[in-house]
């Protein structure tokens, strides 16, 4: 009988971006203290598991979240491509309140994913989503049975929900997760199945 490989998708901690309502995308902000700390009480959440491989966003937000939590040096995290932040072009950077004035687009991606038209230089979602499903074969593949971390992002992790739950694109933002926020997942053949939801860490400084 196969056995089921259990991936832990982990939003980064906390950035400046983050906190002043910026879009961040693949901007490469790093973590703030608040983030530090978000990341250390992940750690706490998640120690007794027990990984056999951890992977990270190419971003530096995630590679630190991935470093703090697991206590890794940065040469044995294993750096995913795949689990990069859905690009936004040049609405990266950008305050959310200035562009909900310029653009309906910007709500129409949260709200009405299935009609979202990117803007320049951003990343369409069903991309992501094609290259968020090609990595958790991947990873599943190579860590049968296993344990796996994986340090990433708020875009990918909504991907992860809509594959595994066979969302309609539209429901693609539900349950969004805030900073540190987990979401792990069983996968067995064909079968994906969502194991636990570890909600965002809220801290005292937010």
Same mark, same amino acid.
Request: aromatic share 6%; net charge neutral.
């Given at each position: ?18 906190? %002043? ?9 790093? =973590?703030?203290?608040? !983030?530090? +700390?978000? +990341? ?9 598991? !027990? ?7 190419? =971003? ?8 703090? #939590? ?10 995913? &491509?795949? +689990?990069?932040? =859905?690009?936004?072009?040049?609405? %990266? ?9 310029? @653009? %309906? ?24 989503? +094609? ?7 991947? =990873? @599943? ?12 992002? $708020?875009? #990918? ?6 594959? #595994? ?15 540190? !926020?987990? *979401?792990?997942?069983?996968?067995? $053949? ?6 636990? *939801? ?5 801290? &005292?400084?937010?």
């Amino acid at each position: 009988m196969k056995q089921e490989t259990h991936i832990y998708f982990l939003r980064h901690g906390q950035t400046n971006n983050n906190k %002043e309502g910026r879009m961040q995308g693949r901007v490469d902000i790093p =973590l703030n203290e608040v !983030g530090r +700390a978000q +990341a250390r009480c992940a750690a706490q959440r998640l120690k007794g598991i !027990g990984f056999d491989a951890v992977y990270s966003s190419p =971003l530096s937000r995630a590679v630190e979240t991935a470093q703090i #939590v697991t206590g890794l040096p940065v040469q044995e995290i294993n750096i995913e &491509p795949r +689990a990069i932040e =859905l690009g936004f072009g040049i609405w %990266e950077n950008r305050l959310h309140a200035e562009l909900e004035k310029e @653009t %309906e687009q910007f709500d129409i991606l949260w709200d009405k994913a299935d009609q979202y038209v990117p803007p320049q230089g951003a990343e369409a979602l069903e991309d992501l989503l +094609a290259r968020v499903r090609a990595m958790l074969q991947d =990873l @599943t593949a190579r860590h049968r049975g296993g344990r796996v971390l994986v340090a990433t992002h $708020g875009g #990918v992790q909504q991907a992860v929900f809509t594959i #595994v739950e066979q969302r309609p694109l539209r429901r693609m933002w539900d349950d969004f997760l805030g900073n540190c !926020g987990c *979401v792990a997942v069983g996968v067995q $053949g064909s079968a994906m199945r969502v194991l636990r *939801v570890f909600p965002a860490v809220q801290m &005292p400084q937010e």
